[in-house]
């Protein structure tokens, strides 16, 4: 009963140090790597805690209180009716973060899948697949994204049809990329040894080729990620997308329709969710490198 005992402890602290202890400490191996990582912490932090330390300011004040400077009160200044910046930043990120994680998550997802059972399967269910994602390539995205956001019947109210959408228009040129690679990995010997073993197509792909691609899918998730921010906002700032006051393309928005961008007093609080949205992006591209040194062990072996 006791030996019963320390194998299970040894077991769970196995588990722990492989999936935690270790991913973390090579997350720290790249500098560049874990402050983006830590960046991209505080931003998921803010979202969650922000709107329970700093409640949006949807109140309009007086014409004395706008576009106030910086100060203990108001530290990223007022809008154009008074309203407290920092509050609108705080409680803005959510929408954006959600949408990007998920459109980077599904992007990879149908690319991956696709591209690896095209390039596994190959002859008609590879031309098939290459043939809609080539359909899909030659259709440009945006003026695409802007007539189905612009439609009625898609008013995108919640973040996940938008990821969606953003994913089935993205997924085709990551999936070639995958193709490519998977048909590279197909005349390798570990994976004409599984075929012998007949283990099927669904454990060959997920089994014995995927985790060989995972360095280059998890940073093709940071693209796909930073692809959907530039996506999402530029709809928000054009109008297409109805999403609440305090999104940071809404502010943006809000900046060039009310014509707060000709104020010089307005800097501050035009110029917040932009350097927002670029953190993110740097963040993210930051990250990316320690995503390497994770799932690539000739890097780890280096490092």
């Keep these: 009963m006791l030996g019963d005992k320390v194998v299970q402890s040894e077991a769970i602290r196995r588990h722990i140090t492989t999936y935690l202890v270790t991913p973390f400490r090579l997350i720290m191996r790249n500098r560049a ?49 008074g309203r407290d910046t920092l509050s609108h930043i705080v409680n803005g990120g959510a929408v954006v973060l959600t949408v990007a994680f998920l459109a980077g998550f599904f992007t990879v997802l149908l690319a991956a899948v696709m591209g690896m059972l095209a390039g596994f399967k ?31 019947a898609l008013r995108f109210t919640d973040p996940t049809p938008l990821s969606l959408l953003l994913a089935v228009l993205s ?27 007949d283990l099927g197509t669904r ?27 530039y996506a999402q906002v530029g709809l928000i700032i054009l109008g297409f997308v109805p999403f609440e006051a305090s999104n940071w393309g809404v502010m943006i928005n809000r900046a060039w329709s009310f014509g707060t961008l000709y104020y010089k007093n307005s800097i501050y609080h035009v110029l917040s969710p932009i350097a927002m949205i670029a953190i993110l992006q740097t963040a993210s591209i930051m990250f990316s490198r320690s995503l390497e040194g994770i799932f690539n062990p000739r890097l780890r072996e280096k490092g």
Excluded at 42 to 65: F, Q, W
Excluded at 125 to 137: G, K, P, T
Excluded at 171 to 197: G, H, Y
Aim: without cysteine; hydrophobic residues 55%.
């Design 33 to 81: 790597g874990f402050v983006g990582f830590t960046i991209l912490l505080l931003l998921v932090v803010m979202t969650l805690m922000g709107p329970i330390l700093r409640p949006v300011d949807i109140i309009s004040k007086p014409a004395e209180y706008r576009f106030l400077p910086p100060s203990w009160e108001h530290p990223l200044g007022t809008d154009n009716l």
């Design 122 to 152: 190959g002859g008609i269910v590879d031309s098939a697949i290459m043939f809609v994602a080539d359909v899909i390539l030659t259709i440009p995205q945006f003026p695409l994204l802007t007539v189905l956001a612009s439609m009625r």
């Design 171 to 197: 997924w085709p040129a990551l999936s070639r990329a995958i193709r490519s690679q998977v048909l590279s990995f197909k005349e390798r010997d570990f994976v004409e040894a599984a075929k012998a073993l």
């Design 203 to 229: 454990r060959i792909i997920f089994s014995e080729i995927m985790p060989n691609m995972m360095s280059y899918i998890a940073v093709s998730f940071i693209f796909a990620l930073t692809g959907a921010v």
